[in-house]
């Protein structure tokens, strides 16, 4: 059964970014992390979630991912282009069943190495205060970005400091806020939009856009402040256009295993955060 290959793919880089979400220069700084977390993995449990109890996890010779790039490049390219398993299965040489066995065991380890890096976001207002008492918070937007719900806190650097737990697509956006009551430094300045109306925090500046009341119209002056809002507005746009390189999240989503929606958009967070953080040159 002919498949697809790291090997095969590391000389076609246009290619290659399309399939996985990185550059071959990102691909390879997030390899070494990633297999110390598959081997840890591994060493505990084998590869149909049982725990490992007796042999040591070895690659056979048949293996269908026998190397760490094989592995990582399986998982980013499900993630990026959220095929079926049964396609996914035909792309990497294995048939549904083998190729749902592995992305059960490498979400939750490609997660391990992005936190092991320090990308991924905090998901706890303990660990976020901690956060922001020792980094530049000096403005910081929340935004909503999928119909299966997290709130995200992102910096003026574009970076993901907090996400939320993942919500059903009915429940209001001030609603999870309101659940959310996050630690920002006091003189801080939030920028939120209009589904956040009424949300505040003590001693936090609240930038919104002023809403147009029915039979009225806004004054030129809260005008041209709106058309200011939106400008910084389109910078976080950009985040959630990053976060959905991943179709995974873009499109409604097939896993229903327990918790690993939420482990999804935690990763594809700390993917967007990972890119953010690399030299301009390794991109």
Not at 120 to 138: I, K, N
Not at 144 to 159: E, F, Q, R, S
Request: a positive charge.
């Amino acid at each position: 059964m002919a498949s697809v290959r790291f090997a095969d793919m590391q000389s076609r880089p246009i290619e290659f970014l399309d399939f996985t979400s990185l550059t071959l220069d990102e691909f390879q700084q997030l390899v070494p992390p990633f297999e110390a977390a598959f081997q840890a993995h591994m060493a505990a449990w084998r590869l149909d979630g049982k725990p490992r109890s007796a042999r040591q996890f070895s690659v056979y010779k048949n293996c269908l991912l026998p190397t760490p790039e094989d592995r990582l490049f399986f998982i980013l390219t499900y993630l990026k282009t959220y095929a079926l398993q049964v396609l996914q299965g035909r792309l990497f040489g294995m048939g549904q069943s083998k190729a749902n066995q592995w992305i059960h065991v490498l979400l939750p380890v490609l997660l391990t190495a992005l936190r092991t890096l320090g990308d991924a976001p905090t998901r706890s207002m303990t660990a976020l205060a901690q956060r922001l008492g020792v980094s530049e918070a000096d403005a910081a937007t929340i935004v909503t970005p999928l119909t299966v719900k997290n709130i995200l806190l992102v910096n003026a650097l574009l970076m993901i400091l907090f996400l939320s737990d993942t919500y059903g697509g009915r429940v209001h956006d001030k609603r999870i806020a309101d659940a959310t009551p996050y630690p920002l430094p006091a003189r801080s300045r939030l920028l939120q939009d209009l589904g956040f109306l009424a949300f505040t925090l003590p001693q936090v500046e609240i930038l919104m856009p002023t809403k147009k009341l029915r039979g009225e119209d806004l004054t030129r002056e809260q005008q041209w402040a709106n058309q200011a809002l939106n400008q910084r507005r389109l910078r976080i746009d950009h985040v959630n256009s990053s976060v959905k390189r991943c179709r995974i999240v873009k499109d409604r989503i097939r896993l229903w295993k327990k918790g690993v929606r939420d482990v999804v958009m935690e990763l594809c967070c700390a993917l967007h955060n990972f890119r953010v953080r690399l030299p301009r040159g390794s991109q």
